[in-house]
């Protein structure tokens, strides 16, 4: 395959989306900051801290070979299995609000899941392009992405953290519909997978009191329902153009984790319905450029990684921007890019560095798709 440069309509929305999200960040966070540390730049420096991490790692990814991707496909995924192992034991693992889901490395802490996730795109894709052949097979071609799938899954829920395990899944059954799995193996998986969610929800109280509270905020406007109906004012109080950058009210101790979970209705706020559908415009294009690269390199493997990340991210935002505007139940996803958290900004800054590599070998003016064989798995009984 021949290398070209990367794709810089990526790399420039990828820049926007984490500028963005820095000044939103300090401007979400300096109430929250000064209440608790005294100094309104606290989460700021620290979120600029893995920016520039996730930067040096962006770049280093970018350009590195195709061979190297492959070789650290394995190795990755054990080291995934083995972090999310580490943070289930107790003594191991930091609880935070009843959830174990960080490792404490000091002056930073971890969340494992948050690389799980990359780690299952590149296995899958790897496991999808081997068995590339016998994908209508369902025992043969489409087990053994779901086995992986399933491991990772199995251990983000002891955390438990639902929000991350979905986004797996959905990552997962992107790639097999990009690889070509028969649609009715598709259908039957995508049931299945809902009607265990609608069960992993049932059988736990607090999940169950947040998907009621979706259905009606008001019911407990003081406890469930609090972080969505503080969403919704901000939403309202924004308008169309926005207080202005920095002159949002509900930080100030309204709305909830502002600067992470929420950190969307402080944009609404701030930078009103023009600017908030600019932050979607810049997912939707990112999405689209992963996608673009994905049909358009003449590798298998390298085009499933390039969807699976595009999914990754996509879910990602979806997830959150649903939450935040009451259109999903509340799951704890940060909004890529933008939220604060330096896991999530470093894992996410690495796989479009993954990606950006991948786009340095598309196909520009050949037929998009001539070398992915077989486009479609032969249709042989499963």
């Known amino acids: 395959m021949r290398r070209h440069r ?37 989460f700021f420096v620290r979120q600029c801290i893995w920016a520039v991490l996730g930067l040096a790692v ?3 990814l970018m350009n590195q070979s195709t061979a190297g991707l492959r070789r650290m496909v394995k190795p990755l995924f054990l080291f995934s299995l083995i972090l999310l192992v580490a943070v289930a034991i107790p003594q191991i693992g930091t609880t935070v609000n009843g959830a174990r889901r ?6 930073l802490s971890l969340q494992p899941s948050e690389l799980s996730i990359l780690a299952v795109i590149l296995y899958v894709s790897y496991l999808l392009e081997k068995n590339g052949d016998r994908l209508a097979d369902f025992r043969a071609g489409t087990v053994p992405p779901l086995v992986i799938a399933g491991l990772v899954f199995g251990l983000i829920m002891l955390e438990p953290d639902l929000g991350t395990g979905m986004i797996v899944l959905g990552s997962t059954l992107c790639m097999l519909f990009l690889a070509g799995i028969p649609l009715r193996h598709l259908i039957t998986l995508g049931t299945a997978g809902a009607a265990g969610i609608v069960l992993l929800i049932l059988v736990e109280p607090y999940r169950l009191s947040r998907l009621m ?24 109080s924004g308008g169309w153009l926005g207080r202005g950058l920095g002159y949002g009210v509900g930080k100030f ?33 990112y999405v689209w450029r992963g996608l673009w690269i994905s049909m358009h390199v003449p590798d298998r493997f390298l085009s499933l ?25 509340v799951t704890g996803i940060p909004l890529p890019f933008i939220s604060y958290g330096g896991s999530s900004l470093l894992i996410k800054m690495a796989a479009t560095g993954i990606l950006l ?6 196909l520009q003016n050949e037929n998009p798709r001539a070398d992915l064989t077989p486009t479609r798995p032969s249709r042989r009984p499963a």
């Not at 990367?6 to 984490?18: A, E």
């Open 305 to 329: 990684v390039a969807g699976g990340i595009s999914a990754m991210i996509g879910l990602s935002a979806f997830v959150n921007l649903g939450a935040v505007t009451g259109l999903l139940p």
């Open 58 to 60: 962006m770049v280093l």
């Open 357 to 362: 590599n991948i786009s340095r070998y598309t």
């Open 213 to 236: 509270v979706f259905l009606n905020p008001w019911k407990d406007p003081l406890g469930e329902g609090y972080h969505v109906i503080q969403s919704f004012y901000a939403f309202a």
């Open 253 to 285: 101790l309204w709305v909830p984790m502002p600067h992470t979970d929420f950190i969307f209705a402080v944009i609404a706020e701030e930078l009103g319905v023009v600017g908030s559908i600019g932050v979607v415009g810049l997912f939707a294009l």
């Open 6 to 42: 990367p794709d810089f309509t990526l790399f420039f929305i990828v820049l926007c989306l984490v500028g963005g999200g820095l000044t939103m960040v300090y401007s979400a966070s300096n109430i929250t900051a000064i209440n608790d540390y005294g100094r309104p730049s606290y």
């Open 102 to 107: 960080w490792l404490d490395l000091g002056p």
